[in-house]
């Protein structure tokens, strides 16, 4: 059984074509990049609309299959932004009625936990989900998706791209930071906001962004001093989720587990711990359509259908609602 998978959630627009039997046949990713300013939700849109016939052709031909080929659309139905969650909506529904292939829409933020366990070793993992929007410790816990610990105001992405535009950085400003915070020398006081297995950024942005102005502290020394206060927050919250489910595994999701020192910590954690760490490779790691088809596949296989009259969009679909 083939399935083909659409992101759409925020800045990328993928296409991802998997097998039951476990196989990612194409994952073909889209991405808006920008070199001033952050993603602005309407000419992200725009953007998705312009690559989405390139997109789906390059996944058929990568895959080797055609659409008659095809059995099972799936759709990333939520969480994410309006603007961008339709233009995938469409383009499923369209695809779905125009070659009469059944259609299942999925939540995104289970689509990294269930990619993650496919593709790794791990079999019953607590999963630490960092991305843009999303911050989120997740577990399957008694027979359903929970989160143990959230972010309470802005995720940890979006935190860092603020910030990064603060300091002159386009968007995705992660990696840039990431380059400069190996260069930092100092560490610089900033607060440490966790509460339980929930953390917050809001502050922690006001208050680097304010000392960024002062003209006192080097740029490389702030982004070495952010990167060490909220990672060691993530490592916290996620060890507590590890302890609190007895769980032995720890698989990282999302763009900002594509940063090495949040890695260096989380396998530093897991090794005092006599846990494992898995960390997939960074365009399954990232947004992207594979995981859409892989979710649409397991829940398909289950039992689930999603009938074009109840795709709507659901920008805020929470993990622990599935
Ligand atoms: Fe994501």
């Given at each position: 059984?083939?399935?083909?998978?659409?992101e759409?959630?925020?800045?990328?627009?993928?296409?991802?074509?998997a097998t039951?039997?476990?196989?990612?046949?194409?994952?073909?990713?889209?991405?808006?990049?920008?070199?001033?300013?952050?993603?602005i939700?309407?000419?992200?849109?725009?953007?998705?609309?312009?690559?989405?016939?390139?997109?789906?052709?390059?996944?058929?031909?990568?895959?080797?299959?055609?659409?008659?080929?095809?059995?099972?659309?799936?759709?990333?139905?939520?969480?994410?932004?309006?603007?961008?969650?339709?233009?995938?909506?469409?383009?499923?529904?369209?695809?779905?009625?125009?070659?009469?292939?059944?259609?299942?829409?999925?939540?995104?933020?289970?689509?990294?936990?269930?990619?993650?366990?496919?593709?790794?070793?791990?079999?019953?993992?607590?999963?630490?989900?960092?991305?843009?929007?999303?911050?989120?410790?997740?577990?399957?816990e008694?027979?359903?998706?929970?989160?143990?610990?959230?972010?309470?105001?802005?995720?940890?992405?979006?935190?860092l791209?603020?910030?990064?535009?603060?300091?002159?950085?386009?968007f995705?400003a992660?990696?840039?930071?990431?380059?400069?915070?190996?260069?930092?020398?100092?560490?610089?006081?900033?607060?440490?906001?966790?509460?339980?297995?929930?953390?917050?950024?809001?502050?922690?942005?006001?208050?680097?962004t304010?000392?960024?102005?002062?003209?006192?502290?080097?740029?490389?020394?702030?982004?070495?001093?952010?990167?060490?206060t909220?990672?060691?927050?993530?490592?916290?919250a996620a060890?507590?989720?590890?302890?609190?489910?007895?769980?032995?595994?720890l698989?990282?999701?999302?763009?900002?587990?594509?940063?090495?020192?949040?890695?260096e910590?989380?396998?530093?954690?897991?090794k005092?711990?006599?846990?494992?760490?898995?960390?997939?490779?960074?365009?399954?790691?990232?947004?992207?359509?594979?995981?859409?088809?892989?979710?649409?596949?397991?829940?398909?296989?289950?039992?689930k259908?999603?009938?074009?009259?109840?795709s709507a969009?659901?920008?805020?679909?929470?993990?622990?609602?599935v």
């Open positions: 059984m083939i399935c083909l998978g659409i759409s959630t925020a800045h990328t627009f993928g296409i991802g074509i039951d039997k476990g196989k990612i046949l194409a994952n073909v990713l889209k991405p808006v990049i920008t070199k001033k300013g952050g993603i939700p309407n000419e992200a849109a725009d953007h998705h609309v312009e690559v989405c016939d390139e997109a789906i052709s390059e996944a058929l031909e990568t895959a080797k299959v055609k659409m008659k080929d095809v059995d099972l659309i799936s759709f990333a139905q939520g969480p994410g932004i309006g603007h961008t969650l339709r233009v995938g909506a469409m383009t499923a529904k369209t695809l779905s009625l125009l070659h009469k292939i059944p259609l299942i829409g999925v939540n995104h933020c289970i689509g990294h936990l269930e990619i993650g366990k496919l593709l790794t070793d791990a079999k019953d993992p607590v999963l630490l989900y960092v991305s843009g929007a999303n911050t989120q410790v997740i577990a399957f008694e027979g359903k998706y929970r989160i143990f610990g959230e972010t309470l105001d802005i995720g940890i992405g979006n935190m791209d603020v910030f990064g535009r603060e300091i002159g950085f386009g995705p992660g990696p840039k930071i990431m380059e400069m915070a190996a260069k930092g020398k100092r560490y610089v006081e900033i607060p440490y906001v966790i509460k339980g297995m929930d953390v917050s950024f809001g502050g922690i942005l006001t208050n680097v304010e000392k960024h102005r002062t003209g006192k502290h080097s740029k490389t020394d702030l982004c070495y001093s952010l990167q060490e909220v990672f060691a927050m993530l490592v916290e060890e507590r989720a590890m302890a609190h489910t007895g769980k032995k595994e698989l990282l999701g999302g763009g900002v587990a594509s940063n090495l020192r949040l890695q910590m989380c396998r530093i954690m897991c005092e711990r006599g846990a494992k760490l898995f960390v997939p490779e960074r365009q399954f790691l990232v947004d992207n359509g594979a995981m859409i088809a892989v979710l649409g596949l397991l829940e398909y296989n289950n039992g259908r999603t009938r074009v009259e109840d969009i659901k920008p805020y679909w929470r993990t622990d609602e």
